[in-house]
């Protein structure tokens, strides 16, 4: 368990190692391309109210690999818990560190305001500052400014990185539980693997978070699923019984 969780969280780091070793930093919004929007739109799985959504899609996903229905459902409180456990830190540590978004320091500097002031209005308030910063540049899409209205919070850490890392380890692990050599379960991690990256690299390309955000993001996601899996195979909770192991 120790290494599968440990492996797939390394893959997921490697999109802000490859960041740091390309020395490629967020510099605007004047390379956009078309897969820049189609980023917006994975990136927005992640994003509320539509991640709710995406919430019950993903465990739905799940059903296949479980022998029944019960054990399903009881995988899903699983689930309900670690989304709360881990958004639950994302929302403290952001209070905590305070750090703004890529976007918001270029905004701040160029209206010649400081982050400070931009992140001491209401979040009303500064959605309108971005609306009326980016009305007079035709060059970034509605559709990116939008997203930054609806985002205005702090940048450390990644809530969408952690939503998508978490239910990354949530695939590998139950997957390493009930039996990874399936093809449901091959199909279930790699398709969550390809969003999840993807996820990343949509967060650094919209200007929303830095390498680093990523980096400790995926940690944390993976210091709380190491020990919630360990707790769940010593307690043998998805143990096939008899009956399952004769069918």
Known sequence: MLRRLSLYTFLL??????????????????????FDY??????????????????????LCFLPIFSSKSKWISAVIIMVISMLITQGIKTAAKTV?????PYASALAEQSGVTTDYFYDQTREQRAMIVSQFYANKAEVPTWLVHHRENETGYSFPSGHTIFAASWLLLAVGFTQIVGRCRMSSKILVLGILLW???MLVSRLRLG?????DLLIS???AW??????????EQKQFFQQNSVELVK
């Open 13 to 34: 780091c490697f999109v802000p190692f490859f960041a740091w070793i390309f020395s490629w930093q967020w510099h605007g919004d004047s390379h956009l391309t078309s």
């Open 38 to 59: 189609f980023l917006y739109w994975l990136t927005e799985t992640g994003s509320v109210p539509y991640a709710v959504i995406s919430c019950g899609v993903l465990a």
């Open 97 to 101: 560190f305070a750090e703004p978004r």
């Open 196 to 198: 999840s990256v993807l």
């Open 208 to 212: 929303m978070h830095h390498p680093i």
């Open 218 to 220: 995926t940690l944390i």
């Open 223 to 232: 210091l709380v699923h190491l020990p919630l899996f360990f707790y769940i």
